[in-house]
């Protein structure tokens, strides 16, 4: 049974940081394309960010330089470093693995920014 264990939401005040972890079971995870989604209150999905099996990394534009995805195959477990958090950051998160046309879903993390 595939599991993907997110972890490290939680409330923080603008500008400051989170740490998001996802630590997938049951999956060959160095051969997984790994990434972020997030969905704030009334809208949409959207993309965040993913980083290959080989390690190549894309963002969704408007989080360029705030956000980091990176990975750790040797602890089987994908981060997501956000900086210079805003209020309009607030969201679920949602950790995810691509092999092929198979994804599997984390539960999802929230994150609020709020002074």
């Known amino acids: 049974q595939v599991q993907l264990v997110e972890s490290g939401g939680g409330l923080v005040q603008p500008g400051g940081s989170l740490r998001l972890s996802c630590a997938p079971s049951?999956?060959?995870?160095?051969?997984?394309?790994m990434g972020w989604y997030r969905q704030a209150p009334g809208k949409q999905r959207e993309l965040v960010a993913v980083i290959t099996s080989g390690g190549l990394t894309n963002y969704a534009d408007s989080l360029k330089g705030r956000f980091t995805i990176s990975r750790d195959n040797g602890k089987n477990t994908v981060y997501l470093q956000m900086n210079s958090l805003k209020p309009e950051d607030k969201a679920v998160y949602y950790c995810?693995?691509?092999?092929?046309?198979?994804?599997?879903w984390g539960q999802g993390t929230q994150v609020t920014v709020s002074s």
């Open positions: 995810y693995a691509r092999y092929g046309v198979t994804t599997y």
């Open positions: 049951g999956i060959i995870f160095r051969t997984y394309n």
